[in-house]
């Protein structure tokens, strides 16, 4: 159903006839149309825009959509359709949810999730959880622009869950498993790989032959996989571009295994952070730091120096401000005494906590 936040569009036509001189497409009244809508859906606050869908499309029945992905024998569903759309699929196959748990090491868990639902629903639930919840972003300065890094791409390690959730043995009770740490990653999947594609093949050139092609077909009509066996490919694209190591896969545990590692890039940035967390404010900092410093340093000249005036004397966006701000309190490095108005900041210890 369209709504404010969603619109169908049944097709979308390239744009045509570039203009010789300048390169520039030709944009005619429909192609405008569609530009102001997308522009529309930017400047507000955002929404989904289907391309292949108008509105007759929505009344076509779940049955007919059922049957149009051949999700039935006879007068029966298939257990590919009660995977991936039924709201519980462990009603019929036990174990057809993910697990997730952070390990402070291989023996202690400190927090864990379990992820239940409709399949075509789980991966994306997953990934939403995962990196907000378990996975922290480092913090980075690109001169005054704030950058968070991840140790693991998030458009890779999709791919890997996909496969995974795809590929698994459904005739088996046990669960996917996510062991997630603070610098590498298991993905565990009760499964196999086709022996037409052995371990030491995956990435390269193979064939597609999913373990559960039905439920495979589904995914792919969704438009959340190919049907080109080229996962592991994006996943090297992926990786290649945020510099990030390739996972590993084996089948030591009885099942696939992914291992994902941090990134070098992390690693020196995660050492960086906790080299910095007991350093003493009169000790010369790294570049990362001159910015902390910077704002402590006019802190200790000025107490009742404003957030304005420290973005003016620090060349550094307000927001970043406000952020540094709220880092260095949660840190107990400094203290507001006083209302916003009229109080002033206080340094509460001699180092950052």
Same mark, same amino acid.
């Given at each position: ?18 203009? =010789?001189? $300048?390169?520039?497409? !030709? ?8 530009? /102001?809508?997308?522009?529309? $859906? =930017?400047?507000?606050? @955002?929404?989904?825009?289907?391309? @292949? ?26 257990? /590919? ?6 709201? +519980? ?7 057809? &949810?993910?697990?997730?748990?952070? $390990?402070?090491?291989? #023996? ?22 995962? &990196?907000?919840? &378990? ?7 690109? +001169? ?10 998030? =458009? ?35 499964? #196999? ?22 439920? /495979? ?5 969704? @438009? ?39 990134? +070098? ?34 802190? !200790? ?20 401000? !406000? ?31």
């Amino acid at each position: 159903m369209e709504s404010q936040s969603i619109e169908y569009k049944k097709t979308w036509r390239d744009l045509r006839q570039n203009y =010789a001189s $300048f390169g520039l497409p !030709k944009v005619g009244k429909q192609d405008a149309k569609r530009i /102001a809508t997308i522009c529309a $859906f =930017a400047n507000t606050e @955002g929404g989904k825009l289907y391309i @292949g869908l108008d509105d007759a499309a929505l009344d076509v029945s779940n049955e007919t959509l059922i049957q149009n992905l051949h999700l039935t024998e006879g007068d029966c569903l298939t257990r /590919a359709c009660m995977l991936a759309f039924y709201p +519980d699929p462990e009603k019929w196959v036990t174990g057809a &949810y993910i697990k997730v748990a952070y $390990f402070e090491n291989d #023996a202690d868990i400190l927090y864990q999730d379990e992820i239940h639902g409709p399949l075509i629903l789980q991966v994306e639930k997953t990934m939403d959880l995962i &990196y907000s919840k &378990y996975m922290k972003a480092l913090i980075s300065y690109d +001169d005054i622009y704030r950058k968070e890094t991840f140790f693991f791409p998030r =458009a890779a390690f999709r791919e890997l869950l996909l496969n995974a959730v795809i590929h698994k043995d459904y005739l088996s009770t046990t669960p996917i498993q996510i062991r997630i740490y603070k610098d590498k990653i298991r993905l565990w999947n009760d499964g #196999a790989l086709p022996k037409e594609v052995p371990v030491e093949d995956l990435y390269k050139e193979h064939v597609s032959k999913p373990c559960n092609p039905n439920l /495979a077909n589904v995914f792919f009509k969704c @438009g959340m996989i190919e049907s080109w066996a080229r996962g592991f490919s994006k996943i090297t694209r992926y990786c290649e571009e945020e510099n990030a190591k390739l996972p590993e896969i084996d089948l030591s545990l009885g099942g696939v295994t992914a291992r994902c590692f941090a990134s +070098d890039k992390y690693l020196a940035l995660m050492n960086e952070h906790q080299e910095t967390e007991n350093v003493p404010l009169n000790v010369p900092l790294t570049e990362r730091q001159k910015t902390t410093q910077k704002i402590l340093d006019i802190i !200790k000249t000025n107490p009742y120096v404003t957030r304005t005036e420290l973005s003016d004397l620090t060349g550094i966006s307000p927001d970043d401000i !406000k952020w540094q701000l709220k880092q260095l309190k949660d840190k107990k490095v400094i203290a507001r005494v006083g209302a916003d108005k009229g109080g002033y900041w206080e340094i509460v210890s001699g180092d950052e906590k």
